[in-house]
């Protein structure tokens, strides 16, 4: 699969099957992890088999049913672009195990959690993973007006990308960020909003692979 066909067949999953992770998605997982954690600095662990880690009796948004399996994303405090970069990239990761995910910053508990904390460092939120009873549904989304300064004569490499910002996870689906571009200079900034600087994170590098690293650079 390309970035593209693995960013589109991504959608949040929050009905799981009780069959437990592969032992090559979990080592393919692990090993990706530690990448992220060497490069970022992070402290993202990934826990397995704990049936109990997402609470079913809160009626709020977004439930999660039946999973047993999530990345704990943890970090010293304001990482929270870094959280979502690299969580994405460990979400597109498990896509292309065929093991699908939620963000979920609300309904887990955090009492029956099995994670490290170090002195200094804070839970930010989870991804839940495991196998899906369905591989979800596409979101609504923006257009991409909306959400940058894009023009008809764009380059092609900016248009992509933005295409897939639009494919990106957000937080109650707000898709609050905006990009602006000068030559191959792109600022992306987040909105005001719950979770917003996780989700820019999150876009940033869904937008990385639609555009292609060697095409523009950050502002
Ligand atoms: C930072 C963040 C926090 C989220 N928190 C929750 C949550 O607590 N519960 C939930 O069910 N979904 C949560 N989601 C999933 C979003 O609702 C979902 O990504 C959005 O509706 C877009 O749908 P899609 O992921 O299927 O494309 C979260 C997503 C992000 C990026």
Not at 4 to 28: D, I
Request: hydrophobic share 40%; net charge positive; with cysteine.
């Amino acid at each position: 699969m390309d970035h593209f066909e693995l960013m589109r067949a991504r959608h949040s999953v929050r009905r799981f099957t009780n069959v437990p992770l592969q032992e090559a998605a979990v080592a393919a997982l692990r090993e990706e992890l530690a990448l992220c954690n060497r490069e970022s600095g992070l402290h993202l662990q990934l826990v397995t088999d704990e049936p109990e880690a997402f609470s079913a009796e809160k009626p709020h948004y977004g439930v999660i049913h039946g999973c047993r399996n999530y990345l704990a994303l943890v970090g010293e405090k304001d990482r929270d672009e870094a959280i979502g970069y690299y969580g994405e990239r460990l979400v597109l990761t498990a896509q292309a195990l065929g093991v699908s995910s939620c963000w979920v910053a609300l309904t887990y508990k955090k009492s029956k959690a099995r994670f490290d904390l170090a002195p200094g460092e804070k839970l930010y939120m989870v991804i839940a993973l495991g196998y899906g009873e369905t591989a979800g549904t596409p979101h609504r989304s923006k257009p991409l007006s909306a959400v940058s300064d894009l023009t008809d004569d764009a380059p092609d490499w900016y248009r992509r990308g933005l295409e897939a910002a639009l494919l990106a996870p957000t937080a109650v689906n707000q898709q609050k960020f905006r990009f602006t571009r000068n030559g191959s200079l792109v600022r992306a900034k987040a909105g005001l909003a719950p979770c917003a600087k996780v989700d820019l994170g999150i876009v940033k590098y869904h937008f990385e692979l639609g555009a292609g690293r060697e095409n523009f650079r950050w502002a």
